[in-house]
């Protein structure tokens, strides 16, 4: 019954912003720490950012200071904004959730393409 839904994916051009969101159905959502994750093309997929349920966050040194990830508890979304993109963050990232039950779940992926 869990799914994820994410959205905001794009083309921006280097130095750029945007902002994806994923909106979560089928959990008690505030229960669960969410995180984003991506994968570029040859390359295994990476944390990108984690949220808890008591709202500490947790960001790859690669992305710290230009994204900030966060979460509404009551539309059951987390979001990701960033910031001074650059041509290396080009990914597929994913939403994910981690439930009290220690069970994965994970959204379709939005595109991220960030041109140079």
């Known amino acids: 019954q869990v799914q994820l839904v994410e959205s905001g994916g794009g083309l921006v051009q280097a130095g750029g912003s945007l902002r994806l969101s994923c909106a979560a159905s089928g959990s008690i959502f505030r229960l669960n720490s969410m995180g984003w994750y991506r994968q570029a093309p040859g390359k295994q997929r990476e944390l990108v950012a984690t949220?808890?349920?008591?709202?500490?966050?947790n960001y790859a040194d690669s992305v710290k200071g230009r994204f900030t990830i966060s979460r509404d508890n009551a539309k059951s979304t987390v979001s990701l904004q960033m910031n001074s993109l650059k041509p290396e963050d080009t990914a597929v990232y994913y939403c994910?959730?981690?439930?009290?039950?220690?069970?994965?779940?994970w959204g379709q992926g939005s595109q991220v393409t960030v041109s140079s």
């Open positions: 994910n959730q981690y439930d009290i039950y220690g069970r994965n779940y």
């Open positions: 949220i808890s349920p008591e709202g500490s966050t």
